[in-house]
Every structure is written in C-alpha cells, then in structure tokens.
C-alpha cells in the first residue's frame, strides 16, 4: 500500500467512533488508575534509578500508530542510550546478519542501543509501565495488538483495518505468545484473532498470562 493510502482523514479524526466495546473503555480506565496508584511508588524508584545511571530524559515518547489510524506518543521509561539512533545505523551498515534481522522484525536479539539499566527494564517489562498513563488518555488500552510505528503499517496489508478498529494494547496475545520467537506474519494474524472475538474473558485470560511471565520471567522479551 502507498503511504498515501494511511493518510489519516483529519474530518473523522476531529468526530471520533464511540468505543466499539464500551466495558472495554471502562475497565481500562478503572484498572489504569488502580494501578498507577498501586505502582506509584515503583515509577519514583526506577525514574530515580534512571537518573543516576544515565541522566535525563527519564521517558520516551515515541509515536505510534492508535486507533483509527491517528498518531499517538508512546510512553516508555527510556531503556536506550542517547546515542541510540547513531548506534543503530553504524551496526546496520557494517553488519548484514543484524540488517536482515531488523528488516525482518524491527527487533535486535543484541540491540547496541539498550543501556545496562534499560535491560533489566525490558527484561522485566517494567519500561512499560508509564504506558498505563496513555490508557487513561485513552491512546491504549490494557489489552489489545501490540502499538506499532507508521513504517509497519504496510506489513499489515489488508489486515490493517483490524488494527485501527481497535487501540493498541499495553499487552496482548502477542506478548503472551513468545514475542521474538514469533514472525511478523503470525503476530498479524494474532492481531486479527484478538480483534475478531474481543470478550472479558479472552482480556482476563491474557492479563493473567501477563502477570505470571512479569512474575517468573517466563516469555522472550
């Protein structure tokens, strides 16, 4: 597809769909506000840990791509070094076998931008923890396809309806199901699945799988 055919139509974006599930909408809010009180004391620990090993800034916002197509700014507690960008291109123009690798998952089994700190963040997933910030803002919700960047738009294909139809999740069957051990084309079609048959008890049943790989560092992050 042409970039020209993700344009975001500025008159839909100014007059949102309602919710497609409004108990959806209100469990993510409910659960984000829980847990940003219950985490509170973690985000002052790991924002003051992130200070001292490399400095500001602590967040990353990064834009992503959210319901019905519009730009968001992703907040991650920032697991790179500021040199992140440079250190990324000079890998990818000497080494072939870690080009192939980016082009192939926009993912690096030994990224040469993570910061010592940053890893454990990621190993743990606690980098995502601000994320509950853009749940209450309504960019995200607790469950749902992993958010991604415009580039990866084209990836999707046809299936990029199922997407937008739906905001991106602070987890998801994809994280559930192995993360790096799964290909681009089979985390699309997670994707689909999720969005296909949306229920309670399918979002209950991801968020507790969540918790027992945050809990056992079960999982490839």
């Known amino acids: 597809m042409s970039g020209r055919a993700y344009a975001i139509d500025r008159r839909r974006e100014a007059t949102p769909a309602p919710p497609r599930h409004l108990w959806k909408r209100a469990f993510d ?3 984000a506000l829980v847990m940003l009180l219950f985490i509170a004391p973690l985000l002052l620990i790991i924002a003051a840990g992130l200070l001292i090993a490399d400095g500001r800034p602590i967040f990353y916002r990064q834009k992503r791509i959210g319901y019905r197509g519009r730009e968001f700014g992703c907040l991650k507690f920032r697991s790179m070094a500021k040199d992140a960008d440079a250190r990324l291109h000079d ?3 000497v080494s072939e076998e870690s080009r192939r690798e980016w082009e192939a998952s926009r993912k690096l089994a030994s990224d040469p931008r ?3 700190l940053g890893r454990i963040l990621r190993r743990t997933s606690l980098d995502e923890l ?9 960019d995200m919700s607790v469950v749902g396809p992993r958010p991604i960047v415009h580039e990866e738009m084209s990836r999707y294909g046809a299936q990029i309806a199922h ?3 739906v905001r991106p999740g602070v987890t998801g069957l ?6 790096n051990s799964v290909s681009y084309n089979e ?3 997670m994707d689909v699945e999720y969005v ?3 229920s309670p008890a399918k979002d209950a049943k991801i968020l507790l799988k969540t918790v027992r790989i945050v809990l056992t560092g079960a999982g490839d992050h």
């Not at 601000?130 to 309504?138: E, R």
């Not at 994809?174 to 993360?179: E, K, T």
């Open 29 to 31: 809010v409910a659960f």
């Open 91 to 93: 890998l990818l123009s």
């Open 114 to 116: 993570i910061h010592p």
């Open 130 to 138: 601000p994320q509950f910030m853009n749940v209450l803002k309504g």
């Open 163 to 165: 997407y937008t139809s």
């Open 174 to 179: 994809w994280q559930v199901s192995g993360r």
């Open 187 to 189: 985390r699309v079609t």
């Open 196 to 198: 296909g048959g949306i």
